[in-house]
């Protein structure tokens, strides 16, 4: 398992093209969380997540991981500590699969030196552990969207992350991997940032929700605390009932659209 560190995002404001997307937003993940963002489209999810994998620089606040300014660190110190599947992904020349999970280990070699049998026992093991290692021989590029996902979660893991950020990380899934995909993320170790647009698939595996809108949070807590109706009805525009499963007891919510006035 993957060591796991402190999150700490405070105060971090972003802006694109002149244009504020995200407001002054802090939010903390202890060491081995699993923290959750939701919120409608558009309302700043993926904006912020860019901020903590590095790809954007906030316009003010800070990113810290167990009190360190991660815009601070050199690119592989970050690659060490931080890995992150993200919505979009490329690439331009067919890899197989083994080679792109492989790549997930470059932040840990020395120097020009090829992967070692200890590597290539990890990303072994990775594709393994998303029940993905026959497709070790594929080209990337022939997969479907369902397999390249899978893939790229066991590279990630291979980068045996203090910090996982995720994305959408149940994009092109089946519900079988959906639920097995978070359960992987928690069981490898490190602290969890994901963004979800399943709610039930948040109530059911994330410690702690903060709820985004028009790139500011307006709503933090447990599952239990945050799935309000009254608080999905205002951010989401739907009429959510809460229901426990009858065996685990987790919440769920039953969605209906709202009523609207006639015109």
Known sequence: MSAAEDLSV????VELAGTRLVHEVSLTAAAGQVVGLI???GSGKSTLLRCVYRVLRPAGGAVRLDGEDLHALTARESARRVAALTQEHSAEFDFTV???VAMGRLPHRRGLGGPTGADHERCTAALRRVRAEHLAGRGF???SGGEKQRVLIARALVQEPRLLVLDEP?????IAHQLEVLAIAREA??????ALHDLNLAAGHCDRLYVLAAGRIVASGTPAEVLRPDLLAEVFGVRATPVRHPDTGALQLLFDRLPRPLP
Do not use: F, M, Q, R
């Open 189 to 194: 170790g490190p602290t969890v940032l994901t």
């Open 39 to 41: 919120g409608p489209n």
């Open 98 to 100: 083994a080679e792109v």
């Open 141 to 143: 590029l022939n997969l």
């Open 10 to 13: 405070d105060g971090v404001s």
């Open 170 to 174: 149940t994009n092109h899934l089946d």
